[in-house]
């Protein structure tokens, strides 16, 4: 049999299997979850990096943690790939379906089953609204302290699988420790729970490998949370800057002070304008930059320390300093970070998201160079993101209608990621690898690295059936740049060889 004739065989033993399986499944769950039509499907063709996608043969809405196995197990039969879903807010394309392949989404599974104030944690659902979380236990002085920009839609099953972070990550800590266990439906259908309601726990701690694993080891159907009591006092400023190099210094300078405030926050002129623009925050959008700085804890500690921030930043030349009287105030602070991304839209018809780290020391100098980097591109850079961490946002603004634009932009945002790299930092510091930068993991992993990941996502998902192609280079994502060989279906049946 020839090639193509092959390939038709294949395609053809697709279809079969695909349609068995939706028939079987529509046997076991109520048909109206199980969605076929193609009208239907097109709603799920992306998540939150819309310029990925592909219409998913198949979405199945589950609501129980038994819904999750029967269509995993089915998959299984059929040799089916499938890919989880929460809400759908990933930024690097995690959740970006496979065209042939299952969308299994889990925003159906809301309920918070347990809240326990005495042991401060919480057993929930994986589709459970991060937001949601932290208000049902409100009445107890309690919440959830991982705050992702998008907390008021995102799903806590996708905290886990990208290892959110958030404004107050800086002092809190990223979606990892405040995990302590999670039930995993694993690849092939059985049910593992990994870690418990203890802090700690004994044996290989495989928690923290599933934590941020972008849903590749498997899908949580339960989580047990870290809760965390509310703070006795909060104090927030925002400070102006005539200079970007000046508010990075004056970060760098707080955190070497040895104060390590809830949440610190930096923007530049182009920020500014968006947001202020957007929500009416109190910006003031002739700064060349500045910075939202929180401080919470105890009376006292939110006093010195605060004095400590107010003091630094009239060294490091702030030209005025606000602060929040109340909480109406320090609620509007917040809108208008929260709605930085949005607000972006105001400033170009198209815009990329980017999301990498650099060590803090080398902030101000990575700033100039993204500057410098966008000026030798003819393109606009926004930058509001989380200083504490290092943690950059740049928003690479383009104009869709101008051909090459796109292009550009994008060109563009890989070198600042590569920029990252060279300065010590990372690619990614919470918006996860997904399809976007599993080719940039190449300039910051080595083959036996990428290697080791593999064989560690290979125990649990032997057949690659789970989420495939994402978080990890391949030939056929990467071109032929080098990267930890995997091959194709057709290579496997022996159709066709690399060579
Ligand atoms: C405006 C905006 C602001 C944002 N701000 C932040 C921010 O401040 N910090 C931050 O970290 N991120 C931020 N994000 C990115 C995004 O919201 C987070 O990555 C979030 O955790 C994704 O949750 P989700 O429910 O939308 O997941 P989805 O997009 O549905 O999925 C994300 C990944 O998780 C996997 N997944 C989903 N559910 C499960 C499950 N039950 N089991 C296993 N894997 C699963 C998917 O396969 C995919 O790989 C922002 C996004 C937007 C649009």
């Excluded at 889990?106 to 609204?129: F, Q, Y």
């Amino acid at each position: 049999m020839g090639a193509v004739q092959e390939q038709q065989t294949i395609r053809s033993d697709r279809v079969r299997s695909l349609a068995r399986f939706q028939a079987d499944l529509k046997s076991l769950l109520p048909p109206e979850r199980v969605l076929t039509d193609p009208a239907e499907l097109g709603a799920y063709s992306c998540d939150g990096l819309v310029s990925y996608r592909a219409r998913p043969a198949t979405v199945v809405l589950v609501e129980s943690r038994d819904e999750i196995v029967h269509t995993i197990r089915l998959a299984n039969r059929y040799g089916l790939a499938f890919v989880a879903r929460g809400s759908g807010t990933g930024l690097s394309g995690g959740a970006l379906p496979l065209e042939d392949g299952i969308l299994i989404v889990t925003s159906k599974m809301r309920r918070i089953l347990e809240v326990d104030p005495e042991n401060l944690c919480a057993v929930v659902e994986p589709g459970v609204i991060n937001s949601d979380l932290s208000r049902a236990v409100e009445p107890f002085g309690l919440y959830y302290a991982p705050d992702p920009s998008s907390q008021i839609v995102c799903s806590l099953g996708g905290n886990v699988a990208e290892n959110s972070g958030g404004a107050h990550c800086l002092k809190y800590g990223f979606t990892t420790n405040h995990v302590l266990g999670v039930e995993v439906v694993l690849p092939n259908g059985e049910v593992t729970l990994l870690g418990g309601y203890a802090s700690e726990s004994e044996g290989l701690d495989l928690r923290a490998a599933l934590v941020g694993s972008e849903g590749t080891l498997g899908i949580v159907s339960k989580i047990i949370l870290r809760l965390s009591v509310r703070p006795e006092a909060v104090r927030t400023l925002v400070a102006d800057f005539d200079s970007v190099r000046a508010a990075g210094d004056t970060v760098s300078a707080i955190i070497a002070a040895g104060v390590v405030p809830a949440a610190l926050e930096m923007f530049d002129t182009l920020a500014l304008v968006a947001c202020e623009a957007a929500t009416n925050a109190g910006y003031d959008p002739t700064a060349a930059a500045a910075l939202l700085v929180e401080v919470d804890g105890a009376i006292e500690e939110v006093e010195a320390s605060y004095a400590i921030v107010v003091e630094l930043c009239r060294q490091g030349g702030a030209r005025a300093l606000r602060q929040a009287h109340d909480e109406h105030e320090r609620s509007l602070m917040w809108r208008g970070r929260k709605a930085a991304f949005a607000a972006a839209g105001r400033l170009a018809n198209g815009y990329i998201v980017q999301d990498g780290v650099v060590p803090r020391r080398v902030l101000s100098a990575v700033l100039d160079e993204v500057a410098e980097l966008a000026g030798r591109h003819g393109l606009r850079v926004a930058n509001v993101f989380h200083a504490g961490d290092g943690n950059l946002h740049p928003l690479v603004l383009f104009d869709p209608a101008t051909p090459g634009d796109h292009a550009r932009a994008e060109r563009l945002a890989t070198e600042i990621l590569e920029l990252c790299v060279e300065h010590g930092g990372s690619i990614t510091g919470e918006h996860g690898v997904g399809v976007e930068k599993a080719c940039v993991m190449l300039s910051m992993f080595t083959e036996s690295d990428l290697a080791v990941m593999h064989r560690l996502r290979g125990v649990f998902d032997p057949n690659d059936l789970c989420n495939p192609g994402k978080a990890y280079p391949t030939p056929r994502l990467c071109g032929e740049r080098p990267g930890v060989y995997r091959p194709t279906e057709l290579e496997r049946k022996g159709v066709i060889e690399r060579w």
